[in-house]
């Protein structure tokens, strides 16, 4: 009877804390403000430490990026946040790594991608070729302007921005 009893709990259990719905919103102009300025954290920002702690207590949240070619998602990766230990070493980040498969893009593409600097063309021993980048910097703060996101790749790749909550 106990083993029924405990089996029975353990499934319960499962269903109910596996049935949770994740939500995704995409991110509009000040959510990317707020996460900039909350994963940017540098040993010289004006920000009070009190305000990027009590911002390490929404890690429950995840932020992700997908890259778009004519609307089709052909990447999806996330972006770093900040604990507690690491809030006064932000600076790297904001840059992320991927990698975009070469046969995906048609010839006007190619050649955009070939032309930015950030992005460079490898060949594995196989033969198959990627367009990869190991330090791709999603935004940028210019104190005159404010933020800057580098939000485009070429005039047929661009990025979108979400985050995924608990509903």
Known sequence: M????LTISLLASFLFTNGQDIEKTELNIEDLEYLQKNINKG???KEPDETLINSTKNNLITYQFEIVYNDTV???GN??????????MGIYRTRVQFCLEYDVFDAE????????????LITTESGNKYYYTDFYELF???YKKGLIVNDRLSS??????????EK
């Open 74 to 76: 052909v990447y999806r």
């Open 2 to 5: 106990k083993k029924i009893i």
């Open 140 to 142: 940028e703060m210019d």
């Open 79 to 88: 972006i770093d946040k900040p604990s507690y230990g690491q809030i006064t």
């Open 156 to 165: 047929k790749i661009h990025f979108k921005f979400y985050k995924l909550t």
């Open 43 to 45: 040993w010289s920002s």
């Open 109 to 120: 593409t190619k050649l955009e991608l070939a032309e930015n600097k950030k992005i460079k």
